[in-house]
């Protein structure tokens, strides 16, 4: 039960520092000048911003890394008791695959010759001009 209550804190945090990197604004500009705002019109006061960003920043990204190590932790002794997978606890190994043989034995399969599959094409012509032609349509 506890894991899944770190796990959703991470997720919230995790949430909240993008949005929290997102609103800081680049050196040369302050919050207001992002959306739209001009110098001299701040949200936050002339420096109020930055500093108060700036330590959100860090206070979540301790946060972050508090959770993300104790969720390893976490992680370790829950896959050590818990989450195997079916190979795993198993326990079997499987035997190699034996080659089967085939059933007639050591005869090879058969092959013609290029002799005989002229003979075979020659047979099957013959037949088909003997097949009457009211069978065979054109």
């Known amino acids: 039960m506890l894991y899944y209550a770190v796990v959703a ?33 701040t949200a936050f006061g002339s420096r109020g911003p930055a500093s108060f960003l700036t330590r959100m920043t860090t206070v979540v990204a301790i946060i972050f890394m ?8 976490m992680g370790e002794k829950r896959s050590a008791t818990e989450d195997r997978s079916i190979l795993e606890t198993s326990g079997r190994t499987s035997a190699p695959a034996q080659e089967q043989k085939p059933e007639t034995g050591d005869v090879p399969a058969y092959v013609p010759t290029p002799e005989q599959i002229e003979e075979q094409i020659r047979q099957i012509q013959e037949n088909q001009d003997a097949v009457p032609e009211e069978i065979m349509p054109e």
């Not at 508090?66 to 932790?73: E, K, N, P, Q």
């Open 9 to 41: 804190v991470h997720i919230i945090v995790c949430i909240f520092l993008v949005l929290v990197v997102l609103l800081q604004s680049g050196k040369g500009a302050d919050l207001a000048g992002a959306f739209g705002g001009g110098a001299t019109q």
């Open 66 to 73: 508090l959770t993300s190590i104790g969720l390893s932790m």
